[in-house]
């Protein structure tokens, strides 16, 4: 899908798409260098609709002083994800009086539902700010793979090692390399691996099952090494093809299994292997960045930090009730003992051969040690 068909799709374009007199306009940036042809004509017509858009309405021009941010994320406010992003946004209303807006469009909607394309979009300026998943950016920054790595994160101690050390610094370096500010991290979760069809308690259970996998090529050669058939697809698409019996499985956090109901799609087994997390990160653009005053830049930083680690909290404790809950509901629920997982983590080293160079070797040094000391 091109992104002429984003603002086609995604109803009447944000309020802050229609400042066209504000300085970080998306539909003004210059700031890419190779962007798609159909990202520039989709921002010409856009543009046409935003400057038609304030002359037909006089009332635009009083609320011009107050500015109005996009954020963009996956998952909506009935998911610990969404509600990250709106407890940024009410901070900042609080702290700011209301001078600074940040409003939230969930649902990849800013990208159609294409979230592997949110990161570009952000870049580009068609968004302003996201909290998004590693996952759905590594495409663009491979140092996120990092986090994709099977087993290198055995607990949540693991990830705050990397997250909060050195390694969440060079990622963070790597992400502002490639033109987004990095400003605080939130928590998807631990992804545990569900099916339709049976008990997943050594590799081999996963031996011709077709699991739905999104973001890099990591996923396909994981799940390739552990005999499964990945298939690439977006969240929006995973439901519908879970249901119709299309893919056999999936993997995401248990927050995620929960508040779907992926149960109610079939998925009568899951395995708690917590291969790996993805962490999220808030971020901006670089040009709407630059626009802001120092004032705004550390309101904007401390609200995300306070609301990242508000959302990590919140998620890692609703995690007990989230799993008593599916149990609940009938899932068949497999918890691995320790034989277990190193049969899992021998059958996906060949993951890290292909992936370290990809990633950085020094990265994945960095990280490992990171971890080790965690321990
Ligand atoms: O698509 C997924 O699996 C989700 C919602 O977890 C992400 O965006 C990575």
Request: net charge negative.
């Given at each position: ?6 603002h086609a ?8 798409l ?11 940036s ?5 962007r798609?042809?159909a990202a ?10 935003v400057l038609?858009l ?6 635009m ?5 107050a ?12 998911f610990?994800?969404?509600?990250a ?7 900042v209303e ?6 600074l807006?940040?409003r ?6 800013l990208?159609a ?12 300026g068609?968004i ?6 590693t996952i759905n950016?590594?495409p663009?920054v491979?140092?996120?793979?990092l ?7 055995p607990?949540?101690?693991?990830i705050?090692?990397?997250?909060q050390?050195e ?8 992400i ?6 990095p400003l605080?991290?939130?928590?998807n979760g631990?992804?545990?691996?569900s099916?339709s ?5 050594s590799?081999?259970?996963?031996k ?11 996923f ?6 552990l005999?499964?058939n ?9 439901k ?12 995401n ?7 779907a109901?992926?149960?109610?799609v079939?998925?009568?087994h ?26 705004e ?5 401390e ?19 989230r ?5 609940a509901r009938?899932?068949n ?5 320790e ?10 080293q ?5 992936w370290?160079?990809?990633i950085g070797?020094?990265l994945?040094?960095?990280?490992r ?7």
């Open positions: 899908m091109t992104l002429t068909a984003v799709n995604a109803g009447p374009a944000p309020r802050h229609r400042h066209c007199t504000s300085d970080h306009s998306p539909a003004l210059q700031s890419q260098t190779a798609p042809r520039a004509t989709g921002r010409s017509a856009l543009m046409a609709g038609g304030a002359l037909l309405s006089p009332l021009a009083s609320d011009a002083e500015r109005e941010l996009s954020v963009s994320t996956v998952l909506s406010d009935a610990p994800w969404g509600q992003a709106e407890k940024w946004a009410e901070l609080e702290r700011s009086g209301g001078d807006t940040l939230v469009y969930p649902n990849a909607q990208v539902g294409d979230q592997t394309k949110e990161f570009s979009a952000m870049r580009q068609l302003d700010l996201a909290v998004g998943s950016w590594s663009q491979p140092e996120l793979n986090f994709s790595l099977p087993f290198l994160m607990d949540h101690a693991a705050d090692a990397l997250t050390g390694s969440g610094k060079q990622v963070f370096a790597a502002e390399s490639k033109g987004i500010k605080a991290w939130g928590e631990f992804r545990e691996v099916n069809s049976k008990s997943i308690t590799p081999d259970d996963l011709g099952l077709k699991i739905r996998v999104v973001g890099s090529p990591l396909q050669d994981t799940f390739t090494a005999g499964a990945p298939t690439q697809m977006s969240w929006a698409d995973a519908p093809a879970l249901t119709t019996g299309a893919v056999d499985g999936q993997e956090p248990l927050s995620v299994f929960d508040v109901r992926i149960d109610q079939g998925q009568s899951l395995t708690l292997w917590h291969y790996m997390a993805d962490p999220l990160i808030f971020a901006a653009n670089q040009r709407v960045w630059k626009s802001l005053s120092e004032q830049r550390t309101l904007l930083t609200t995300a930090r306070e609301a990242g680690a508000w959302e990590i909290a919140m998620s890692r404790e609703g995690n007990a009730q799993l008593a809950d599916i149990e009938g899932v629920v497999v918890k691995l003992d034989d277990a997982m190193q049969a899992f983590r021998d059958a996906t060949s993951v890290y051969e292909s370290t160079p990809k070797e020094a994945v040094e960095t990280a040690a990171e971890v080790e000391a965690s321990r």
